[in-house]
């Protein structure tokens, strides 16, 4: 029974920090490269296209962490 509950104690943890890294990345991402305040869907794509590549590899960075 320990090990069960450790396992998924570990388990919870892992998920935990994961979310936490990813979020203060994109976080940090967000501070450097500020979206646009007021964008539509269109705007939005507009914006991603034409993002400087850093902007995009803080993204990936964080979910590859």
Known sequence: MT???TNVLATLTGAAVA????T???YLGHQIYPP?????LDG???YV???PWQALAIV??????
Request: proline content about 4%.
């Open 3 to 5: 090990s069960i509950l």
């Open 19 to 22: 979310v936490g890294t990813v």
């Open 24 to 26: 203060l990345v994109e």
């Open 36 to 40: 646009p305040t007021d964008l539509s």
């Open 44 to 46: 939005l794509k507009a």
């Open 49 to 51: 296209a034409s993002a």
């Open 60 to 65: 990936v960075a964080g979910w590859t962490l």
